[in-house]
């Protein structure tokens, strides 16, 4: 990690050092400040480094997760209108989950305290990530072969499994979820995950992958080395 990033110099050098410490353990809580602190192995400089590290991570991250839920959202909402209707997230012969029910009537709710009109696509915009990323479990494989696999296609032109969508979400969702919650996620293989995100969003829209990886940060930011993390026996 770069010293001079949040400041194993500045920390060091200043007489100030373990009020400083003190002060950020406390604003951050013990329970929260004690990941890092386990990580490195009771070093708070380290510790410090791993959670700023973990911030500028997160914030990089943000980009591609953006793009993805976005693109994912918008071509799911395009296929099943084309396929059925515009309001085919509210028709329960097609939405299978009652949770997933219960989202679209949340999202309405939401819609209508902000005094607006309850439009179908303020809708798909105000429904949550899990109801899209459930759109790929089992029980939507019938879903996915009718009409929903019109949503991505390989480069190379080849369709693609309802799986193919399914495996890389699930651990994406908890990243995402755990970023929005300003949890550590030093501890995943975020290279491997972003490397799906991007490959995902390709399948979806290839111009928006490239946006991504214009824009996106991750590269710059994680580190090319391992992150070296205390485990505990």
């Known amino acids: 990690l770069d010293n001079n990033r949040w400041g194993r110099e500045e920390l060091q050098d200043s007489d100030d050092a373990a009020s400083a410490f003190a002060d950020l353990e406390h604003a951050l809580s013990l329970e ?14 380290r510790a410090v480094e791993l959670y700023t590290l973990n911030t500028r991570v997160s914030e990089s991250l943000y980009t591609p997760l953006q793009m993805l839920e976005v693109t994912l ?65 089992p029980d939507y494989e019938t879903l996915w072969q009718q009409a929903l696999h019109r949503i991505a296609r390989r480069p190379d032109g080849k369709g693609l499994r309802r799986k193919d969508f399914s495996g890389p979400l699930h651990p994406i969702r908890t990243i995402r979820n755990r970023i929005a919650h300003h949890e550590p996620v030093l501890g995943w293989d975020l290279r ?39 485990q505990d026996d």
């Not at 929260?32 to 400089?45: C, E, K, S």
């Not at 329960?92 to 305290?113: C, H, N, T």
Request: aromatic share 12%.
């Open 73 to 137: 959202r918008n071509r799911i909402h395009a296929v099943m209108q084309d396929a059925h209707h515009e309001t085919w997230f509210q028709d329960e012969a097609i939405i299978l989950k009652a949770r997933q029910i219960e989202q679209v009537g949340m999202a309405i709710s939401d819609i209508q305290f902000d005094r607006k009109d309850v439009t179908p696509g303020r809708i798909v915009a105000a429904l949550t990530f899990s109801f899209w990323t459930t759109m790929f479990g």
């Open 192 to 230: 491997k995950h972003y490397g799906n995100i991007l490959s995902m969003t390709e399948w979806l829209s290839p111009i928006a992958a490239t946006w991504c990886r214009t824009h996106c940060r991750f590269e710059d930011v994680y580190p090319q080395e391992r992150i070296a993390l205390h």
């Open 32 to 45: 929260r400040f004690g990941r890092y602190l386990a990580w490195a192995n009771g070093d708070r400089t």
